[in-house]
């Protein structure tokens, strides 16, 4: 078991976030803690002394104590299907009531939800829990995608947040090649890579689908106190060519960037530590804009046209923060 700082999905995708769209549609009991609750973004809390009518509220999932053969368990829909790599199992202020061992298994179906004669592969086989703790566990078939987790715990108890990290699969066949999408969306499959600074937010919230719901909801930096700027790089959900690009600033009124550019290149190989080095000799995908508080800025007849594109470099001078960040174009097929 391994704590959540050494957590090796750091830069993964958690698929579980309700923020993609990602919900229970059923459980067998959650009588004490609702289900939904084990899926939201936000670091679960505790809440001294606060009770509803069934009881002790808990931030997570809680059935109640089982008096009978068998075990809880929910079956989750993704908000985006995935490859599924690794799970955090989190037991937060679950001390007295956490399950003893809790298992994951997945399906993927091309329409609609799975029904009884669906079949379900193991993804994860029964993990012993502890409470008030992480569970970090590499998972099976992480080559295969998924449209739904079944989540088991054995017998019952409570898991404050279920992390499912990955990388969104999407069937590229189905797109036409004039369809303008979202390129850095997670939706489509972009990836937050790199960055000089996430001191307040962190920079997987660029691509998240909808905007922001508040200033902790984006990237911020730190307030620098060197020369120099702040960068983010971002890997497309696949190669395409931009056609215009919104950086929105929504929420950020007093700590907005000044100005902002975007670098792009198409990278045909190379570890991320080398894409990072690689990225400072990026062409201008967008030259220096300036920006204001508070709003979405939309380019196009700014941008220098660069051909198909793989990754892009956000730069931000000298600092702050950017709720969202949208690369729309039309996919190239190689």
Not at 173 to 182: F, K, N, Y
Not at 245 to 262: A, E, Q
């Amino acid at each position: 078991m391994m704590q959540a700082a050494d957590n090796p999905y750091k830069r993964s995708i958690n698929l579980a976030d309700a923020r993609l769209g990602t919900r229970a549609i059923f459980v067998t009991d959650d009588w004490f803690a609702e289900v939904n609750r084990m899926l939201q973004p936000e670091p679960p809390v505790w809440k001294e002394g606060v009770f509803d009518d069934n009881g002790k509220w808990m931030d997570g999932w809680e059935s109640r104590r089982k008096r009978f053969e068998g075990y809880d368990y929910t079956v989750i829909r993704l908000g985006v299907p995935g490859y599924v790599q690794g799970v955090d199992i989190d037991t937060a202020y679950f001390t007295g009531n956490y399950p003893p061992s809790a298992s994951l298994e997945a399906c993927f179906c091309d329409s609609g939800d799975p029904d009884e004669r669906t079949r379900w592969t193991q993804i994860l086989p029964s993990v012993d829990l502890q409470g008030n703790s992480h569970h970090l566990h590499a998972t099976l078939h992480s080559d295969q995608p998924w449209t739904h987790l079944r989540f088991n715990i054995y017998p019952d108890g409570g898991v404050a947040r279920l992390r499912v990290y990955g990388v969104p699969y999407r069937d590229w066949s189905a797109v036409s090649d004039t369809e303008q999408l979202d390129l850095a969306s997670v939706l489509n499959g972009g990836r937050a890579l790199a960055c000089s600074d996430e001191h307040y937010g962190s920079i997987s919230n660029l691509i998240n689908p909808g905007r922001g719901i508040n200033m902790g909801d984006g990237w911020e930096t730190a307030r620098r106190r060197t020369p120099g700027y702040d960068w983010v790089i971002l890997s497309l959900g696949h190669p395409g060519v931009v056609e215009k690009i919104v950086v929105d600033t929504l929420h950020f009124k007093g700590n907005y960037p000044d100005s902002c550019s975007i670098q792009a290149a198409y990278v045909q190989g190379g570890t991320e530590s080398q894409i990072e080095t690689q990225s400072l000799y990026w062409k201008e995908l967008l030259p220096s804009q300036k920006l204001q508080m508070h709003q979405e800025h939309h380019f196009a007849a700014e941008l220098q046209d660069l051909g198909p594109i793989t990754h892009v470099r956000l730069n931000i001078f000298p600092d702050g923060g950017v709720s969202r960040l949208r690369l729309l174009g039309h996919i190239v097929r190689r």
